[in-house]
């Protein structure tokens, strides 16, 4: 299995435009997480989805954030407008049924605003 | 919300040494799990922990479930230049729900 697979690795924009961040989870997980990650404010749960539909969405920063699964390979997390406080490591993850198992961690999209 | 304490922020180490850190909570937790994070990459599960007192092994590392299930520690023994990079305890809040909250971390730097 190639892992989840993130995209882009890497992204500039320019403030006021939308970003949207893409997630491949592993096959067979029915769990997909978000998180973001800043040196002030360490790993963030962000979002968090079971069989698609999500569960609990108390992390997202605020209205400019939304998160969509389509189906169970396939998260798109969306940023509308981005502002420059938004620059951030995000990760997605993936696990099996259970929460407390292990979560497999993408190589994160590293988003700068300007 | 429940949060995990980490301690230390950081260590500077030499290598060959022995490393300890922990993570500590105001409320129980029933699952520990240790994480660590390459620079540049994702955070990778090393050991996870389920039961009060259990005390595991992987490799080099050992990691240990307090028995008050408020906190556990993870030990890094003869440390070497790759064990560089971010530690992490991290579990789901016995809140419910399948949620896992993390530490802010302990960074770890090994100097050859």
């Known amino acids: 299995d190639a892992g989840v697979i993130q995209s882009p690795r890497h992204e500039v924009t320019e403030m006021g435009q939308e970003v949207t961040l893409r997630c491949k989870p592993i096959s067979g997980h029915d769990y997909l997480f978000w998180y973001r990650q800043t040196m002030m404010r360490g790993l963030e749960l962000l979002i968090y989805f079971n069989n698609n539909v999500p569960i609990d969405d108390s992390g997202m920063p605020e209205d400019r954030f939304s998160a969509k699964m389509p189906n169970a390979s396939f998260s798109t997390l969306k940023i509308q407008p981005s502002e420059p406080r938004d620059s951030a490591v995000y990760f997605c993850?993936?696990?099996?049924?259970?929460?407390?198992?292990?979560?497999?961690f993408g190589q994160g999209t590293r988003l700068t605003v300007v | 919300g429940q949060q995990l304490n980490q301690s230390p922020q950081s260590m500077f180490i030499q290598e060959g040494e022995d490393v300890s850190m922990n993570c500590t909570s105001s409320s129980i937790f029933n699952t520990w799990l240790w994480y660590k994070q390459d620079p540049g990459e994702g955070p990778v599960l090393l050991i996870a922990?389920?039961?009060?007192?259990e005390l595991t092994s992987n490799g080099r590392l050992t990691a240990q479930f307090g028995i008050t299930r408020k906190d556990s520690f993870l030990n890094i023994s003869a440390s070497i230049p790759s064990d560089v990079g971010i530690y992490f305890c991290?579990?789901?809040?016995?809140?419910?729900?399948?949620?896992?909250?993390f530490g802010a971390g302990t960074r770890l730097f090994v100097k050859a």
């Open positions: 991290a579990g789901p809040p016995n809140t419910g729900g399948f949620k896992t909250i």
């Open positions: 993850a993936s696990s099996l049924a259970a929460g407390n198992t292990e979560a497999f």
């Open positions: 922990l389920y039961k009060a007192g």
